[in-house]
């Protein structure tokens, strides 16, 4: 068998964007909840607007996956509304309807637009999430837990999941001299660990374990 004692020795997170689309509703002033409800489907004509009325938006993004410093494009639609201010990813007034670049995308970044109108107030926003990429790298084992050489090594096998010594998901890694991989794991906190195996199948017992957190 092979020995345990592979070890992980250095870890570098890069950042690579996947855009997830997060819809969100709030009303105020003289609106209610309920009135703001379907502010994030795309507004139809109406051909008898109620002046009091509370504002609905819609706004949307081009692309839900975005390669790294990718740039996507917003649009955007609103009633009922006497004045739009963006905030958090981009800023400053903006017009009853219309589209913009935004970018480029390399951190988790949340895009709002906030309407205001005689019937209350309306808030959207999209949240752009990032997946990251773990460059993970370590020291080839030598021995068999016996201390003989190890001459049969063939390549590792590297598990992750969102529990601590609970890893759900594993990548195989084949070839015996190589000792660098980049990990794609989603958004979130994940803890990896890895295995050497030998020709045979066998897998040592797990290195030292890594926490990617989240951004």
């Known amino acids: 068998m092979i020995r345990c004692d592979t070890?992980?020795?250095?870890?570098?997170?890069?950042?690579?964007?996947?855009?997830?689309?997060?819809?969100?509703?709030?009303?105020?002033?003289?609106s209610s909840s309920s009135d703001a409800g379907d502010q994030t489907t795309n507004p139809s004509?109406?051909?008898?607007p109620d002046p009091n009325a509370a504002p609905t938006i819609s706004l949307l993004a081009d692309e839900e996956v975005v390669e790294p410093g990718a740039s996507i494009t917003l649009t955007?639609?609103?009633?009922?509304?006497?004045s739009c201010s963006a905030t958090?990813?981009?800023?400053?007034?903006?017009?009853?309807?219309g589209s913009e670049i935004v970018g480029p995308l390399s951190v988790n970044t949340t895009y709002k637009l906030t309407c205001s109108g005689v019937g209350g107030n309306a808030l959207v926003m999209i949240t752009v999430f990032v997946n990251g990429v773990v460059q993970l790298s370590w020291i080839a084992?030598?021995?068999?837990?016996?201390?003989?050489?190890?001459?049969?090594?063939?390549?590792?096998?590297i598990y992750y999941g969102v529990q601590s010594r609970g890893y759900v998901d594993s990548v195989r890694v084949n070839g015996s001299n190589?000792?660098?991989?980049?990990?794609?794991?989603?958004?979130?906190?994940?803890?990896?660990?890895m295995t050497a195996m030998d020709a045979e199948?066998?897998?040592?017992m797990f290195s030292n374990e890594l926490v990617k957190d989240s951004i």
């Open 178 to 193: 190589v000792t660098q991989y980049e990990l794609n794991i989603p958004m979130g906190t994940y803890y990896v660990a």
């Open 141 to 157: 084992p030598t021995e068999n837990m016996d201390g003989s050489n190890l001459n049969d090594l063939v390549g590792y096998k």
């Open 45 to 48: 004509p109406d051909p008898n």
């Open 7 to 30: 070890r992980i020795v250095g870890v570098k997170v890069v950042w690579l964007p996947i855009l997830l689309v997060l819809l969100a509703s709030c009303s105020g002033g003289s």
């Open 88 to 97: 958090g990813g981009w800023s400053g007034d903006r017009a009853a309807s």
């Open 76 to 82: 955007w639609t609103v009633r009922n509304a006497d």
């Open 201 to 204: 199948g066998n897998e040592s």
